[in-house]
Nanobody, 129 residues
Framework: QLHLVESGGAVVQPGGSLRLSCAAS????????IGWFRQATGQDLEGVSC????????NYADSVKGRFTLSRDNAKNTVYLQMNSLKPEDTAVYYC??????????????????????WGQGTQVSVSS
């Protein structure tokens, strides 16, 4: 199993940028797709983006497409979420999670379609003027 730790959350002005990291320890990181999810205060969990185990495939929610970029460095057991042109609506706690789906070039941001078994504790992103 994997242990995941998010970092990089901060308070930032609208239009600013942040890079979140999801660092993994444990067995089998290269076999997992990684998803990012977020939850604003009082709101439901929302899928943000995901990257397949090989890094060849990514998916993004429409709300972040063109602004957020996901990448992974399997040698460092780390996934990065680069967030640009941040908006107040991006304010949330951001979580990364591992998806044990068996397809090397597949990932999903829909919880009901994935097999997200291991989760980090979250990191707070606040965007305000």
């Amino acid at each position: 199993q994997l242990h995941l730790v998010e970092s990089g959350g901060a308070v930032v002005q609208p239009g600013g940028s942040l890079r979140l990291s999801c660092a993994a320890s444990g067995f089998g990181f290269n076999d997992y797709a990684i998803g990012w999810f977020r939850q604003a205060t009082g709101q439901d969990l929302e899928g943000v983006s995901c990257i397949s185990s090989t890094g060849k495939s990514t998916n993004y929610a429409d709300s972040v497409k063109g602004r957020f970029t996901l990448s992974r460095d399997n040698a460092k057991n780390t996934v990065y979420l680069q967030m640009n042109s941040l908006k107040p609506e991006d304010t949330a706690v951001y979580y990364c999670a591992s998806d044990e789906n068996p397809f090397s070039d597949f990932c999903t941001i829909l919880l009901r379609e994935g097999q997200y078994a291991y989760w980090g504790q979250g990191t707070q992103v606040s965007v305000s003027s």
